[in-house]
């Protein structure tokens, strides 16, 4: 047998892989999660709960802000390397890799990437830290999947202040958040093209939460309700420029959709490790169940799905990286992430239906881990566009490349 230490040791990365340094990356998360992460799991599922301690966890290890730039206090490493962190506590605690995506990506890595030097300078080093929680107010009560031409949420200017009236709905860490990137129009008949980004602290007059959700799946991670009542917000708040937002708002869904992948993938790596474990162990007819043609059968399918599941999380999350500020919603960035998420999501919902089927009646009960990764699917179906919507932004490239 191969030494397989000493081959991820090497310099040389593997073809359609991890760097060695990424890999010891994603084995230290994979052990911090699996530490101080999955025993908070049961908890949250059962009661909605949010462990205030674990973002200052992760942030202590340097898990946050791994996209950030090291003067603002973050790791400066690749949109990979975040990935693949996501990717291992999506294996032991995937609510919690839920509200770090909010946190690190949508919230974090579109300031750093879009505000002034002096908003990254006060934001960014308590959000890399994990002592602020961080969280995107994009979405709006019966606006669906038409984000942005639904908006109503408007923000309008006040001397050294914007007045910001309205709602968001879905609003993932929103019950916790401290620091909110928040989308309004600011001018209100430009449609799209006239929408703003502004950072929104949680005492500021006028915001509250008008409600806590309750979910079907990813429980724990706290979802609310937002409304924004004559809520005044400092002018240099702004983040970029006024009615600009939509740039904004494009490029940080391409980047959510790459890092929604690899939730996607953790979760299916634990369900195969839970249900390969399951088939060695469970005995019918005085044999494992494993030892059965049916059940290898969907054993083999669950690894084939991780491992293309594996190959195209890398690659897009690689090309993602590679995104200019203000780049996305366009071209061939937009059409792969939205592949990736839509094939990812949808070969997880396969994994999961094979794994509760070894599972049996065990992986329908509630309170069983098999249960508990079943739930999530459905979101990962849902979130940052439907599986709808990313079927026509994939036709959509494709056929403007061909001249449609």
């Known amino acids: ?4 230490d000493a081959l991820l040791r090497n310099d040389t990365a593997r073809p359609f892989d991890l760097t060695p340094d990424q890999r010891e990356i994603l084995d230290q998360a994979d052990r911090f999660a ?3 992460l999955y025993p908070y799991s049961e908890r949250m599922d059962n ?3 949010w462990p205030e301690d674990a973002f200052p966890k992760m942030g202590e290890q340097g898990f946050l802000g791994i996209t950030v730039a090291e003067e603002y206090g973050g790791l400066g490493q690749d949109l990979t390397t975040a990935g693949v962190v996501l990717q291992a506590f999506s294996r032991w605690n995937h609510a919690l890799a839920l509200s770090v995506v909010a946190h690190d990506n949508l919230c974090m890595n579109n300031i750093y990437r879009n505000a002034s030097d002096d ?3 006060k934001y960014l080093p308590d ?4 002592a602020k929680v961080g969280a995107l107010g994009l979405t709006e009560p019966g606006a669906g999947s038409d984000a942005l031409g639904s908006m109503r949420t408007t923000a309008k200017r006040d001397g050294d202040h914007y007045v910001l009236n309205g709602s968001k709905i879905y609003i993932t ?3 916790v958040a401290d620091t909110l990137l928040i989308y309004a129009k600011t001018d209100p008949d430009a449609g799209p093209k006239g929408i703003s980004a502004f950072i929104v602290e949680k005492d500021f007059p006028g915001l509250k939460v008008a409600q806590k959700l309750t979910k079907m799946g990813y429980r724990g991670s706290q979802t609310a309700e937002l409304v924004f009542d004559d809520c005044r917000v400092p002018a240099e ?3 970029g420029e006024e009615n600009k937002g939509v740039a904004v708002v494009m490029s940080g869904l391409d980047l959510e959709r790459a890092m929604i992948s690899p939730i996607c993938l953790g979760v299916s790596e634990r369900a195969l490790e839970l249900s390969l474990e399951y088939a060695q162990t469970r005995q019918q007819f005085g044999k494992p169940i494993g030892s059965f043609q049916m059940v290898q059968s969907m054993l083999a399918d669950m690894y084939v799905s991780v491992e293309t599941m594996r190959t195209f999380n890398y690659r897009t999350l690689a090309e993602a990286a590679e995104m200019e500020i203000g780049g996305g919603g366009r071209g061939d960035i937009h059409a792969l992430t939205a592949a990736s998420v839509m094939y990812c999501a949808n070969a997880c919902h396969s994994v999961l239906d094979n794994g509760i089927q070894i599972h049996g009646g065990s992986g329908y009960i509630w309170e069983s881990e098999m249960n508990r ?3 999530s699917i459905k979101l990962l179906e849902i979130g940052a566009g439907t599986t709808e919507v990313r079927k026509m932004i994939i036709a959509g490239e494709m056929l403007k490349g061909m001249g449609g």
Do not use: F, H, I, Q
Request: hydrophobic share 30%.
């Open 127 to 130: 959000l890399c830290s994990g």
């Open 119 to 121: 908003l990254k300078r």
């Open 1 to 4: 047998m191969p030494d397989t």
């Open 34 to 36: 699996r530490n101080e």
């Open 47 to 49: 009661e909605e709960w």
């Open 373 to 375: 990764l079943y739930r």
């Open 173 to 175: 860490n929103g019950a």
């Open 237 to 239: 708040n702004l983040v």
